[in-house]
């Protein structure tokens, strides 16, 4: 699968980027919504936002606030949206995850403006309590988690484990 | 507002301009309603909180679920937020997002920020909206164009030297202007990327090893029981490697 974000760091977009350390790339892509439009992304690729390692996303997020200044003080732009398109559905275009920064100005045409709804009182009730079982689940596999990374310690480690941790290096191995 | 007489208005507008930055930003605090929707004065419907930020449903959404993440100090604009709080709030954003995947049954996501009231920026207090998204509801339609790379260059130019200086690119003092930003243009270049080819091999590993499991999913049942590791995550995982896939 060809990833144009990859590319760029590879050498063929090297010219479009603007900054870069050891985690993140910031550069100008060939297409863009508006002129002025800079594009923030991890060196590392994650195809959605849900992949990005929490310390990964918070540099980007910071270096998106940077840039919408940046924006601001160096091409006059009166105001910015820090957008995020994170699927297929929400008008993701590369399978690499990216936070947008789009200098705007009074006027200048983009509708990036939703028509707000009016829902009914029972319909938000029930979003509020599906949102909230779903937060609830993700604390829970997020501790799940970090517990069976500390498991992963090699004194502690299982004959069970090592016989699963041989079948996920074999699997590897498969080109 | 509305309602003050031209006296009336003379002088608050009075009133402001004699007040410290502090009693500016308490009176401003006074005047938000998102503040006030903080502090439990009016009524919302909150799905997350913790001590930095608060999360509610929007009472005038783009969908149902469209979601808004706010600090629960009163910033006006994104560039007042402080960096631990952007940080905080994309964190946030992140686990709100994957519970609009799940509860929502949702197949993508927008985290946006209308900066600014040209970027559509309606309340006084800075937030996030997370929208979920279905395959052509239309909610927010980018279209991209091509531009040229004289105008890559341009708009480079433009911006390198002061978002460099943001970032804390060091530069040299004495230069001139001009010089510096040659200065500029070469530093991050030195600092490159020995650290992250050792870190690379590893997840991308892990990577490949999970859309082996999706493959074999697929094309031969009693494989199931070999990709432990991913279906011990939890279920959810699944969807979000389907969301993932769908590039492909």
Known sequence: MKCEYCEILSGRGRANILYEDNDIIVAIKDTVTTPGQITIFPKEHYTIMEMVPEQILEKCSIISNKISIAVFESLGAQGTNIVVQNGLSAGQKVPHFAIE????????????????????????????????????????????????VKKENPDTETE???????????????? | ME???DEQRKQLEEKLKNMSPEELAEFQKQQCIFCQ????????????????????????????????????EHYAI???????????????????????????????????????????QKAQHFMLHVIPRKEGDGIIEVEEKLIDKEMIEKIKS??????????????????????????VEEAPKEDADDEVSEDEDEPEAKEESEDEDQEEDSDNEQAEDEPE????????????????????
């Open chain 2, 158 to 183: 433009a911006v390198e030297g002061k978002l460099n200086s943001l970032l804390g690119v060091e530069v040299q003092k004495t230069l001139t202007e001009e010089k510096e930003e040659d200065v």
């Open chain 1, 101 to 148: 920064v789009i200098p705007r100005r009074e006027g200048d045409g983009l509708n990036l403006q939703w028509e707000p709804k009016q829902l009914e009182e029972h319909e938000m009730e029930g979003t509020v309590s599906s949102l909230k079982e779903a937060l609830k689940n993700l604390e829970k596999s997020i501790k799940k988690e970090k517990k069976s």
């Open chain 2, 3 to 5: 309602d003050m007489t």
């Open chain 2, 78 to 120: 994104m560039p007042q937020v402080p960096d631990e709080v952007i940080g905080h709030l994309f964190k946030v954003s992140k686990k709100l997002s994957q519970s609009l995947l799940k509860g929502m049954r949702a197949t993508g996501t927008n985290v946006f920020i209308a900066n600014g009231l040209a970027a559509g």
């Open chain 2, 37 to 72: 929707i903080i502090s439990g004065k009016i009524p919302s419907k909150k799905i997350y909180e913790d001590e930095v930020c608060i999360a509610i449903l929007d009472i005038n959404p783009a969908t149902k679920g469209h979601i808004l993440l706010l600090p629960k």
């Open chain 2, 229 to 248: 590791e991913s279906d011990d995550k939890d279920d959810g995982d699944a969807s979000l490697n389907d969301i993932a896939n769908l590039f492909k």
């Open chain 1, 160 to 175: 069970e484990e090592k016989e699963e941790n041989y079948l996920i290096k074999s699997l590897k191995r498969i080109p």
